[in-house]
């Protein structure tokens, strides 16, 4: 299994532009979600889903969609990123007790 | 879901147990307490999890008072390796139960 993974590691965006960040897991699990981490900071949920066609937003949706089609895939969508959206970026997913996490998207916006 | 609280810093000698504290005051009954680690700039590892009895795994123990409002997660001989962020968090243990981290505790474990 190649665990969850996420596209592209590294990116840098120009305050305004939009772009989708891809997360994928090959585990069959029902429970996906998004995390910020900034520097120094712990991990802030973004939004979360519970399965295919279901999702619900965590503690800092502003700026940020999600959707979820399948249960191996949950983008996330930056439709005009700022400044402030300058952070580390990490997708999970879990199943009844133990979350998966990837390695992580460092995005910039200039 | 229940907030957690944990001092924001740690040191713990190498070879010594490692004791690290959470306070979950508002816990409800059908909330778990979990462990995570992150080290570097890595995703966060599950350590541990438990409901109202005391757990232990290879990798940790962990210890939660009578009334659930708070527990310690034990490293009984702690390595320069376990040097990371830790993370207690508190969840419903269902498929719905959102996890949400706090800013944890970063423990150095020194030479």
């Known amino acids: 299994n190649a665990g969850v993974t996420q596209t592209p590691k590294f990116q840098v965006l120009k305050t305004g532009q939009s772009m989708t960040l891809q997360c994928a897991q090959d585990m069959n699990h029902e429970y996906m979600s998004w995390y910020r981490q900034d520097p120094g900071m712990g991990l802030r949920l973004i939004h979360y889903s519970v399965g295919a066609g279901i999702t619900d937003q965590g503690e800092v949706p502003n700026g940020y969609n999600v959707s979820r089609s399948t249960t191996e895939d949950f983008p996330l969508r930056l439709l005009s990123a700022a400044p402030s959206q300058t952070s580390v970026y990490f997708c999970?997913?879990?199943?009844?007790?133990?979350?998966?996490f990837g390695p992580g998207t460092r995005l910039t916006v200039l | 879901d229940a907030k957690t609280t944990q001092p924001p810093s740690m040191d713990c000698a190498e070879g010594r147990a490692a004791n690290l504290p959470c306070n979950h005051s508002t816990i409800s009954g059908n909330e778990y307490v979990y462990w995570y680690r992150q080290i570097h700039s890595q995703g966060p590892q599950y350590i541990i999890h438990?409901?109202?009895n005391n757990e232990t795994n290879e990798m940790a123990s962990l210890i939660i008072t009578e009334d659930r409002k708070s527990s310690t997660l034990i490293l009984p001989h702690a390595t320069l390796r376990d040097t990371a962020v830790y993370y207690c968090?508190?969840?419903?243990?269902?498929?719905?139960?959102?996890?949400?981290f706090g800013d944890g505790t970063t423990l150095t474990v020194k030479p």
């Open positions: 999970a997913s879990r199943k009844a007790n133990e979350q998966f």
């Open positions: 968090i508190v969840r419903r243990n269902t498929n719905a139960g959102k996890s949400t």
């Open positions: 438990g409901l109202k």
